[in-house]
């Protein structure tokens, strides 16, 4: 079984619309939780990093979230934009191991 | 550009061959990360090295071996390739294990 889920495997949304993302994780203990965008084909880029202590961290228009009691984490774009369309990815770090969610296809349409 | 390199962009191989990837990190990195893309699996880490020593490792099959140089550039040599190793090899940097980790652009293989 996956430790790391994530949900909805795919999205669409209109441009300018916000939209959240969830993240389930069975990892524990963690040392930290990454969010990554990634293009088509294109290597994964690192939008957030929290620490387990850590509730919430903004980069910009994105905004991610971490309950530790829920074992959740959610990522919050606002005012989405056509470059935005691409797979977002939750990951979770624990001593030296990644653990990857397969993603969210996120797809934003004028 | 996120300063890592990888080479060569495209690979296409027959089954029972091997072959080396090649990474160079961010200039400064000390940590090189290796990662499987394929289709049905998601990302997979494979293994970590900092400074020339190995870290750490995740899903790196026996089949599969990295090292580190001295100019901390690294290498991903895969052998008896089998038509499931088709994927995207990545490789990512970083200053220290906690640290943001920079993804190289990839090494698309196929395993025909």
């Known amino acids: 079984k996956n430790q790391v889920e994530q949900s909805p495997q795919s999205l669409i949304i209109l441009e300018g619309k916000n939209c959240t993302l969830q993240?389930?994780?069975?990892?524990?203990?963690?040392?930290?939780l990454r969010w990554y965008k990634q293009d088509t084909g294109r290597g994964p880029v690192s939008l957030t990093i929290m620490t387990f202590s850590e509730n919430t961290k903004s980069n910009g228009r994105y905004t991610a979230t971490l309950d530790a009691d829920t074992k959740q984490s959610s990522l919050h774009i606002t005012a989405s934009q056509l470059s935005d369309s691409a797979s977002y990815i939750c990951a979770l770090y624990n001593f030296n191991k990644f653990y990857f969610g397969s993603g969210t296809k996120l797809n934003v349409k004028p | 550009d996120s300063g890592v390199t990888q080479t060569p962009k495209h690979l296409i191989t027959a089954t029972g061959q091997r072959v080396t990837l090649r990474c160079s990190p961010r200039s400064g990195d000390l940590s090189v990360y290796w990662y499987q893309q394929s289709l049905d699996q998601g990302l997979q880490f494979l293994i970590q090295y900092y400074n020339g020593e190995e870290r750490a490792k995740g899903n790196i099959l026996e089949r599969f071996s990295a090292q580190q140089f001295p100019d901390l550039h690294s290498e991903l040599n895969l052998s008896s390739l089998e038509l499931g190793d088709s994927a995207l090899y990545f490789c990512a940097s970083s200053v220290e294990d906690e640290e943001t980790q920079y993804f190289g652009p990839g090494t698309r293989l196929l395993v025909l």
């Open positions: 993240c389930n994780y069975t990892v524990s203990p963690f040392s930290n």
